[in-house]
């Protein structure tokens, strides 16, 4: 059994499908990204610190957090503030590639941390396509304005990496650290 410190629909779902024992815990935190400070080390430190929120209320269980960063020119494109905001940044994506960073730590013993580095590669989209999306309201709370899971997989031409990191945990990475300290899937995994 873990805590994932996270409220997330979609990591709550990856935690179980692959056979994680877990409980969720809401965390709140500045998600502020720092001045100066690259993607890599943006995700790293919103996936401890959300785990550290949480840490004093259940020291004795491992805690989760992950966060998601969508990046475009090392730029790092964060939830959108508006349906402006959010069909501009989708054009911006519009035949182009980007790279989404997940990072996940769990503190347990100690800290352990991964990072999940994926390419996506948007096709064209117009203007009208981004708009009847905001429409949608799937893209008002998603990293980039975009839930790869959801209507935006039709913008998608090709992914490089890992699908459950674009979502936001990547299971791939999760199962080595939760492995590492002794915890395993249902499935014995």
């Known amino acids: 059994m873990i805590i994932l410190a996270s409220q997330s629909p979609r990591r709550a779902t990856l935690l179980s499908q692959i056979g994680i024992e877990f409980r969720a815990h ?3 935190i500045d998600e502020r990204v720092h001045d100066d400070e690259g993607a890599a080390d943006y995700v790293e430190r919103m996936a401890l610190s959300k785990a550290a929120a949480v840490r004093d209320s259940f ?3 491992p805690v989760l957090g992950a966060d998601t960063a969508v990046v475009l020119d090392q730029r790092i494109l964060g939830k959108p503030a508006d349906r402006d905001d959010a069909i501009d940044m989708l054009l911006q994506l519009s035949g182009r590639t980007h790279e989404v960073l997940t990072g996940v730590a769990v503190l347990a013993d100690r800290p352990h941390y991964r990072l999940s580095l994926s390419r996506v590669i948007f096709r064209d989209i117009s203007a009208r396509e981004a708009a009847a999306y905001w429409e949608t309201g799937e893209p008002v709370d998603k990293a980039g304005s975009y ?4 209507l935006a997989a039709v913008f998608i031409e090709r992914i490089e990496g ?3 990191g674009i979502m936001g945990l990547p299971l791939f990475e999760t199962m080595q650290i939760l492995n590492t300290i002794g915890v395993y899937s249902r499935a014995g995994v």
């Open 26 to 28: 809401a965390t709140a």
């Open 59 to 61: 020291p004795d269980i």
């Open 147 to 150: 839930a790869v899971q959801g």
């Open 162 to 164: 890992s699908y459950s």
